[in-house]
């Protein structure tokens, strides 16, 4: 039975868009709990509460709402490339998402002049592309290697565009001289070449390889027509290494056809979507995903909701891909957005039988075997995280298991850009979405201890406004004064019988309140080992921080002093020029970029040169 609705949400209901749009719905704290499409959203959100026949996970959700949001679009499309990027950002709980989908690499080609090739975790909208994502990272590194191998391409970070090398202010590295690269920092090479080498890389990395032979081979004998040898020589070695390459490929297809092949497996909330990128018959890539929130959704609603996460980033989308199943309505929407997405008519096809329908077995069966090795390494891993639990619960004589732990440590150096960390250890797993970060707003001194008050203070005052649960053990990165400023926070705040312990660097040392002597665990307890990985990952965390906020202070000081430059234009530098050095480099016109016009880009080039001149 469905409860009775706050007021605020049922005047929402009663004023609901007729148009196609996107919905929101939050819990009691206002977070989005999860995000749905629709082509009607008066229709399709009253629906929740409207509907006799429900699901036990949608009634759950439905006890949670407390308020909506609603953003109306033009069409569904839009609505569904919209409702993908919120869920992708949101990561809601009741939505079928990718795990650890920021981890997954690309290979990117930058968009320079000379451009550069090479692996990132981070996609910037800067008109570079992006191939991939790579579930398997030894396989991206092997086809990068590969790559290099073949084409003759820069490694370096250099400024390059046709000024920097007119100006010869760069000479060529080893990789020249070892016919690893074809040395356009001294104008070795056209622009015009090295873009074409480039062209080619990108039908490598797609898989276009009998295309990329046809195109070379032409090259080749254009050259020799002109008596270039040399560099016909070139490309016929070139030739060689690919033919070589694409012969290790496993033939799929004798049709030769491009297409993906979509295919998931679920079992107990887990699911699995393994991704066959076939290109030219050929499949140049097996990539498998695991998803979670997959209670009570069949096959194809966790394919269609994978699919719109996975073609997000994706910049290579085949003519057709195979599915395991029919998206109903979302079916040729899914294909209209596709088919924009690449330029080309892009088909969704359900195979019933033939050839296709066994690619898509095949794919099946490559996911159950990945969710079952997912399923054994939980098992395994269950039984290792409750022993070191409950060794740990038994070694601190705690009242109850610490299933939930935060860990706390500083970074500075010398009181400068003092910050502090804290992550979290969830029945013995580190869980990242829990993790925060704090900067220091008190004392300009390096006092490590007043820090830590502070942070412990300020972390818990609000877990208790909030009415936030409690860890079951804090442990803080150092010895009995970090412990003693933890636990003076912790009784301003009527929380002296809070469980915490502090653990120093060097023996590994075990500090409790009340206590003058530190406890020793031994070196091979699976308690010790636990408490270990949470103060190192604290430590971890705080230094990566601690790291970014003074190479972000390193590189705005010096802008800091031009007039007309604000913190919006200072990232737009950096953002285009990636560091101070190439924003030198740079002449007053490409200083002139975005909201820069050509006369402040006049003023910063003579800011910094006057500087420099004055430092000589």
């Known amino acids: 039975m469905l409860k009775p609705l706050p007021d605020n949400l049922r005047e929402k209901l009663d004023n609901l868009s007729i148009k196609p749009g996107v919905y929101l719905y939050k819990n009691k704290n206002g977070e989005i709990i999860y995000i749905g499409k629709a082509k009607?959203?008066?229709?399709?959100?009253?629906?929740?509460?409207?509907?006799?026949?429900?699901?036990?996970?949608?009634?759950?959700?439905?006890?949670?709402?407390?308020?909506?949001?609603?953003?109306?679009?033009?069409?569904?499309?839009?609505?569904?490339?919209l409702e993908a990027n919120l869920i992708k950002e949101h990561t809601p709980r009741y939505n079928i998402n990718l795990k650890d989908d920021k981890s997954f690499p690309f290979i990117r080609v930058t968009n320079e002049p000379y451009p550069r090739i090479f692996p990132t975790r981070k996609v910037v909208r800067d008109g570079s592309r992006y191939f991939g994502p790579y579930t398997n990272v030894m396989r991206m590194k092997a086809l990068l290697t590969t790559i290099k191998k073949i084409?003759?391409?820069?490694?370096?970070?250099?400024?390059?565009?046709?000024?920097?090398?007119?100006?010869?202010?760069?000479?060529?590295?080893?990789?020249?001289?070892?016919?690893?690269?074809?040395?356009?920092?001294?104008?070795?090479?056209?622009?015009?070449?090295?873009?074409?080498?480039?062209?080619?890389?990108?039908?490598?990395?797609?898989?276009?390889?009998?295309r990329l032979e046809g195109d070379i081979r032409t090259r080749m004998l254009a050259l020799a027509q002109e008596r270039r040898y040399e560099e016909a020589a070139q490309l016929r070695d070139q030739l060689q290494s690919i033919t070589i390459f694409s012969e290790r490929q496993k033939v799929l297809d004798n049709h030769l056809a491009d297409r993906d092949i979509i295919a998931t497996a679920v079992d107990d909330g887990d699911g699995c979507s393994v991704v066959f990128r076939v290109r030219e018959g050929k499949i140049i890539a097996k990539d498998h995903f695991f998803l979670e929130h997959t209670e009570g959704e069949n096959v194809a609603a966790i394919t269609k909701a994978f699919l719109q996460q996975f073609y997000l980033k994706v910049e290579d989308v085949p003519p057709e891909i195979l599915v395991p199943g029919h998206f109903g309505d979302d079916h040729l929407f899914l294909e209209e957005w596709l088919s924009q997405k690449s330029g080309r008519r892009v088909k969704l096809l359900f195979p019933q039988r033939g050839e296709k329908m066994k690619l898509l077995h095949m794919c099946t069966r490559n996911a159950r075997y990945h969710l079952d090795e997912l399923k054994l390494k939980k098992l395994q891993s269950r039984d290792y995280i409750a022993g070191s639990v409950k060794a740990l619960q038994k070694s601190l004589q705690l009242d109850r298991p610490p299933k939930r732990i935060e860990g706390f440590d500083i970074s500075n150096i010398q009181g400068t850009d003092p910050v502090a960390s804290m992550v979290c250890f969830i029945n013995g797993r580190p869980a990242k979405s829990e993790y925060r970060r704090f900067k220091i707003r008190g004392k300009k001194t390096p006092d490590d201890f007043a820090m830590m008050n502070e942070?412990?203070?300020?972390?818990?005052?609000?877990?208790?406004?909030?009415?936030?649960?409690?860890?079951?053990?804090?442990?803080?990165?150092?010895?009995?004064?970090?412990?003693?400023?933890?636990?003076?926070?912790?009784?301003?705040?009527?929380?002296?019988?809070?469980?915490?312990?502090?653990?120093?660097?060097?023996?590994?040392?075990?500090?409790?309140?009340?206590?003058?002597?530190?406890?020793?665990?031994?070196?091979?307890?699976?308690?010790?080992?636990?408490?270990?990985?949470?103060?190192?990952?604290?430590?971890?965390?705080?230094?990566?921080?601690?790291?970014?906020?003074?190479?972000?202070?390193?590189?705005?000081?010096?802008?800091?002093?031009?007039?007309?430059?604000?913190?919006?234009?200072?990232?737009?530098?950096?953002?285009?020029?990636?560091?101070?050095?190439?924003?030198?480099?740079?002449?007053?016109?490409?200083?002139?970029?975005?909201?820069?016009?050509?006369?402040?880009?006049?003023?910063?080039?003579?800011?910094?040169?006057?500087?420099?001149?004055?430092?000589?």
Do not use: W
């Not at 996970?57 to 490339?81: F, G, M, N, Y």
């Not at 490694?155 to 090398?165: A, G, Q, R, V």
């Not at 990789?175 to 039908?203: A, D, F, K």
């Open 151 to 210: 084409f003759p391409i820069r490694s370096c970070n250099l400024p390059l565009n046709d000024k920097t090398i007119g100006e010869r202010k760069f000479k060529v590295c080893l990789n020249y001289h070892i016919h690893r690269c074809s040395g356009p920092c001294e104008g070795l090479v056209s622009q015009e070449e090295y873009q074409r080498t480039i062209g080619y890389i990108i039908e490598f990395i797609k898989g276009n390889t009998a």
């Open 455 to 616: 942070v412990v203070r300020r972390r818990y005052a609000r877990q208790l406004k909030e009415k936030k649960p409690l860890p079951d053990l804090i442990v803080i990165d150092g010895g009995k004064g970090q412990l003693n400023a933890a636990c003076a926070a912790l009784k301003k705040l009527a929380l002296e019988n809070q469980p915490i312990i502090a653990l120093a660097k060097r023996l590994d040392e075990i500090y409790k309140p009340g206590f003058a002597e530190p406890q020793n665990l031994p070196r091979d307890s699976a308690g010790l080992r636990l408490v270990q990985r949470v103060r190192d990952e604290s430590h971890r965390f705080a230094v990566t921080f601690h790291r970014a906020l003074r190479s972000k202070r390193t590189l705005t000081s010096e802008l800091n002093s031009i007039p007309g430059i604000g913190e919006r234009r200072k990232a737009e530098l950096l953002r285009h020029f990636r560091s101070m050095d190439n924003i030198r480099a740079a002449s007053a016109d490409e200083l002139a970029i975005g909201s820069i016009s050509a006369r402040l880009a006049g003023i910063i080039y003579a800011h910094l040169h006057d500087d420099a001149s004055e430092k000589t």
């Open 40 to 81: 009607v959203l008066r229709h399709r959100v009253r629906s929740y509460f409207q509907s006799r026949r429900i699901d036990s996970k949608t009634l759950h959700l439905i006890s949670h709402i407390h308020d909506l949001e609603t953003i109306i679009t033009d069409t569904e499309v839009e609505a569904l490339i």
